[in-house]
């Protein structure tokens, strides 16, 4: 059991389960999380804030639950949550309000299928993993093109799109496109994920954003962040992002279930481990040029 007050507004919520999809996010990008949730204070309840397509949960795109009801449904899918707390000097500057107000904006957006691909795609060439080797991707999209169309175009040709400033192109008129910019749809690829592009094809679409992103949005609603593209970043982006508290004063079952982690591990069969956890000094733009190739996945300083 784990109080609600040891949460403040902000504090990230690292979440594993070993379902297929976390191992593969987390294989691609080098994370050691695969989905990324948010505490967040919201008229004097606990909520958790977070962008998920409801796969073990009643509800699907950006939302919130209550802590109580959500702390359930994370046991009964088999999570391993982390409490990572801000700092206090992080804390402090966190803006609540502007926080909420951003959230409350997003709340009911689809989740970010669009940009699914792309927030950890940042080069051409040292971002895939030995089993998806480069060209790979767009080759098999080409082939589902003809027989599931609005699913091509929702997880990669309207990305695409956008980086060509078109719209409704086909992957071969896209490649094309490309050509006559000296440019192939792997460089296309890597080009970064802007914040705020509006995409459609969902009910209610329109800025788009995987788990990582919403939250790296909302650090920059609420001041953490400064001038960075919220969909460039994987969960791994997060958590070692240098405003958590490497020093928190654990409660006494954390302490005596796991007695040498900086944070508290609340559910979950097996240990989590965060490398280079709360490392890296937040810059503009981040995590946009970042190479990620197995297996150590060592990333260019400032990339």
């Not at 107000?101 to 691909?117: I, K, V």
């Not at 999209?141 to 192109?169: H, M, W, Y």
Request: proline share 7%.
């Amino acid at each position: 059991d784990y109080d609600e007050s040891n949460f403040h507004s902000g504090d990230f919520i690292a979440i594993t389960r070993l379902d297929g999809v976390d191992p593969i996010i987390m294989y691609g990008s080098g994370s050691h999380a695969g989905h990324s949730t948010m505490a967040l204070w919201i008229d004097g309840e606990l909520n958790v804030v977070e962008s998920q397509d409801g796969w073990y949960w009643p509800k699907h795109g950006i939302q919130r639950n209550k802590w109580s009801q959500w702390i359930q449904w994370a046991k009964n899918a088999d999570f391993h949550v982390v409490h990572m707390p801000l700092s206090a000097e992080a804390r402090a500057k966190f803006n609540e309000q502007a926080a909420i107000d951003f959230f409350l904006a997003a709340e009911g957006l689809p989740y970010g299928y669009h940009n699914f691909l792309f927030g950890w795609i940042d080069t051409p060439n040292e971002n895939w993993p030995p089993l998806l080797p480069k060209g790979f991707v767009p080759i098999v999209f080409s082939i589902l093109e003809k027989v599931l169309p609005s699913t091509v175009d929702i997880f990669f040709s309207q990305a695409i799109n956008k980086r060509l400033g078109t719209k409704g192109l086909t992957i071969s008129q896209q490649q094309a496109a490309a050509a006559k910019m000296d440019k192939t749809i792997d460089d296309l690829m890597a080009e970064v994920e802007v914040e705020g592009w509006l995409y459609e094809g969902l009910e209610n679409d329109g800025r788009s954003y995987v788990c990582s992103a919403f939250v790296a949005a909302i650090y920059q609603a609420a001041g953490l962040l400064t001038n960075v593209n919220g969909p460039e970043f994987t969960p791994k982006d997060v958590y070692t992002l240098n405003f958590f508290d490497t020093t928190y004063q654990r409660p006494a079952a954390c302490v005596q279930a796991d007695p040498n982690q900086p944070f508290c591990q609340i559910t979950g069969k097996y240990r989590m481990m965060y490398p280079e956890y709360s490392t890296v000094e937040p810059y503009e733009h981040m995590a946009e040029h970042c190479p990620t190739v197995s297996p150590d996945y060592v990333r260019t300083p400032g990339c």
